[in-house]
């Protein structure tokens, strides 16, 4: 049973637009979202997080949006760089419980 | 501060044949998590131990166990390998299991 589910497994952007990756989730008592980048051959890295109280947060040219009733969460980036080509995995979390990940989408950023 | 190291980066075993993997996590940090990546599955959660016990399990068969030492270091063992456990093995650590995880950079094992 996937709780947390990334339908797209990868994404094409153009350098300077906005990447909006998408997360979906089953599980209501979900408190607290995260997300991760990866790039090949390491491991991934926090990127910005989102507790359930909340439906936005910022960080530069990131932000996190979160839509309870939804059960949606996105991860906007603007402006994209190709530096930001990586695969990016959301996750979720139940009271500081284990953390449940997504599938991950592949953002390939064109020069 | 040293990041989360994991040994070794690389493993080629043959079935049967059992694997031990190892996880330095960052200093101070108590809790240790592990993570089977494989392509189209995500990140799949094995356990986490927190200060010598395992406090979290995931959907995984007793073939995979693990461990924490005093020091936090943490093993990982899997016995009799299956061609099916072929993965990127991931060690992350935190403070308290709470806080976001610091992941390792991996141990990509290859099961002939």
């Known amino acids: 049973d996937q709780q947390v589910k990334q339908n797209s497994p990868s994404l094409s952007v153009q350098e300077g637009r906005i990447s909006i990756l998408n997360c979906d989730y089953t599980?209501?008592?979900?408190?607290?979202f995260l997300w991760y980048k990866k790039y090949p051959a390491e491991g991934p890295t926090f990127l910005i997080s989102?507790?359930?109280?909340?439906d936005k947060n910022e960080d530069g040219r990131f932000t996190v949006f979160l839509n309870k009733s939804a059960k949606h969460l996105s991860l906007h980036i603007v402006p994209s760089q190709p530096g930001d080509s990586a695969v990016y995995f959301c996750?979720?979390?139940?009271?500081?419980?284990?953390?449940?990940f997504g599938q991950g989408t592949e953002l390939s950023v064109k020069p | 501060k040293a990041g989360v190291t994991q040994t070794p980066r690389y493993l080629i075993k043959t079935r049967g044949q059992q694997v031990t993997l190892s996880c330095s996590p960052i200093?101070?940090?108590?809790?240790v998590s592990w993570y089977q990546q494989t392509p189209g599955q995500g990140l799949q959660f094995l356990f986490e131990?927190?200060?010598?016990?395992?406090?979290n399990k995931g959907n995984f068969p007793g073939r995979f166990s693990g461990r924490q030492f005093s020091n936090s270091r943490s093993e990982m063992n899997v016995s009799t390998l299956e061609l099916g456990d072929s993965a990127l093995y991931l060690c992350?650590?935190?403070?308290?299991?709470?806080?976001?995880?610091?992941f390792g950079n991996g141990t990509r094992l290859t099961v002939t």
């Open positions: 992350a650590s935190s403070f308290d299991g709470t806080s976001p995880l610091h």
């Open positions: 599980n209501s008592m979900f408190d607290y």
């Open positions: 989102i507790s359930s109280i909340k």
């Open positions: 996750a979720a979390s139940y009271q500081g419980g284990k953390l449940i």
């Open positions: 200093s101070g940090h108590r809790s």
């Open positions: 131990y927190f200060s010598e016990t395992q406090r």
